[in-house]
């Protein structure tokens, strides 16, 4: 498969060869889907906490009297079934959300959302990319000379004139092929990648 190879006024120059097995993929919903929600709650940190009636703060004397009253007898407030007492199964903060996904899911997974952005026209491709300053006004005028403005750009090598210029541009994300991930790739509406990344992410993924 081709890319178009960009210039920095974001017009086609030429074709850059692309490895089939990662960009031109047959897309496979199912897989893509499992392999984002996997992302997200591996990243989760399960440090919410509920109390139990053990823990939950109340008086331990009997709220009303057992009988003559009418009403169901109860002997502590801290009951699940009063209102600001202890939940019956309530969520403890270590409890474990990671989703189990082989290496294997994962690349083609990878590969499929890659193969989908190239056709939609979405995944797009520079020589390199680089700044002579860490400013982020020089980053902004090179992206929006190109005509994008929310997009994740893969760079083979984010030096620190890069990553510090991108820092405060909310719709750019800056990273190195290792640490593409499958939530940004979907999020973001333009994927900018340098032409040795290509090599990278086809290494990693083929």
């Known amino acids: 498969m081709q890319l178009e190879l960009l210039n920095e006024q974001g017009q086609a120059t030429s074709k850059v060869d692309a490895a089939d097995t990662v960009f031109a993929r047959e897309y496979n919903e199912a897989l893509v889907h499992q392999v984002v929600v996997a992302y997200q709650a591996n990243a989760r940190q399960g440090t919410r906490a509920q109390k139990d009636r053990e823990q939950v703060h109340h008086s331990t004397k009997k709220p009303f009297r057992q009988k003559g009253t009418g009403r169901a007898r109860a002997g502590m407030t801290s009951s699940p079934l ?46 390199s990319i680089s700044l002579e300053a860490p400013k982020t006004k020089l980053l902004a005028a090179k992206l929006k000379a190109m005509g994008l403005e929310s997009v994740m750009l893969i760079a083979d090598n984010v030096d620190d004139n890069l990553a510090l210029a991108s820092r405060n541009l909310h719709n750019v994300l800056v990273c190195e092929p290792r640490y593409a991930d499958p939530l940004s790739l979907v999020h973001f509406k333009k994927v900018l990648v340098t032409k040795a990344a290509i090599e990278q992410l086809q290494e990693m993924l083929a």
């Open 82 to 127: 009063w209102r600001g007492g202890g939940r019956i199964f309530p969520n403890m903060p270590d409890e474990n959300f990671t989703h189990k996904l082989n290496k294997k899911m994962y690349r083609a997974g990878m590969a499929a959302i890659l193969s989908q952005l190239a056709r939609e026209g979405r995944l797009q491709v520079v020589e």
